[in-house]
């Protein structure tokens, strides 16, 4: 991906985490005790991925353990997940507002956002499917 697209997202990481904290603890009340400096880092990882600047398979592995973490805390499942893609369409809504802005929409917009699309689906998969087997529920269209 273009470095950029990189700098730009990465230069506004404190933001987007205040975002994704805020807009989670709209949505899912049990998940109003996160605070933005115990989700920067996944917010960073999760941002690098979509963009495809980093190997995935470290950033997916640090998504499994924080499902299993969530399990192992007795946090309900589906509570988690709704969690995960709230915070995972945030970011997905700043990278597709910031490829719109350095690049109106081109082939590397498109480029950019399937790439962020593909990462948020494999996310919220692995940190969700490791939570349900954390706990021991049974993963449905697995």
């Known amino acids: 991906m273009k470095p950029d697209l990189e700098r730009f997202l990465t230069a506004r990481l404190d933001e987007i985490t205040a975002e994704v904290v805020h807009e989670i603890s709209l949505r899912v009340p049990a998940y109003t005790h996160v605070r933005a400096g115990a989700v920067g880092t996944l917010v960073r990882d999760a941002v690098s991925a979509y963009l495809g600047a980093r190997d995935k398979t470290a950033v997916l592995d640090s ?33 597709a507002n910031a490829a719109a802005r350095l690049y109106p929409p081109t082939a590397e917009y498109i480029t950019v956002m399937e790439t962020a699309f593909s990462a948020e689906n494999e996310i919220v998969k692995a940190a969700v499917e490791s939570a349900r087997a954390t706990a021991g529920v049974t993963v449905r269209g697995a």
Do not use: K, N, P
């Open 63 to 95: 998504f499994r353990v924080l499902g299993a973490g969530e399990a192992r805390a007795g946090h309900d499942v589906h509570h988690f997940e709704t969690a995960m893609r709230t915070g995972a369409r945030v970011i997905v809504r700043r990278t």
